[in-house]
């Protein structure tokens, strides 16, 4: 597992809209890590919270509230 690993799949997420529209299917931090490891990526929810408050997309945005709407916190994480 590694932090590298799901800032490549926030990347993917912000450069590709029809994983992110997978990715918002998911309803928890679980269920986002499953769904990364389904794609070829390996990364614990930690992780993966870890590296989104690292991340910033272009117009300054922290991608960590981005990804909270997208598949974090749509149930219990």
Do not use: H, P, T, W
């Amino acid at each position: 597992m590694s932090k590298e690993s799901a800032k490549k799949f926030m990347e993917k997420i912000k450069s590709d809209s029809g994983f992110a529209q997978r990715c918002e299917k998911c309803e928890d931090g679980d269920q986002a890590v499953a769904f990364g490891k389904e794609e070829g990526y390996d990364f614990s929810k930690e992780e993966l919270e870890s590296a989104s408050k690292e991340m910033k997309d272009e117009e300054g945005e922290n991608i960590a509230v981005r990804m909270m709407n997208r598949c974090l916190l749509k149930g219990s994480c």
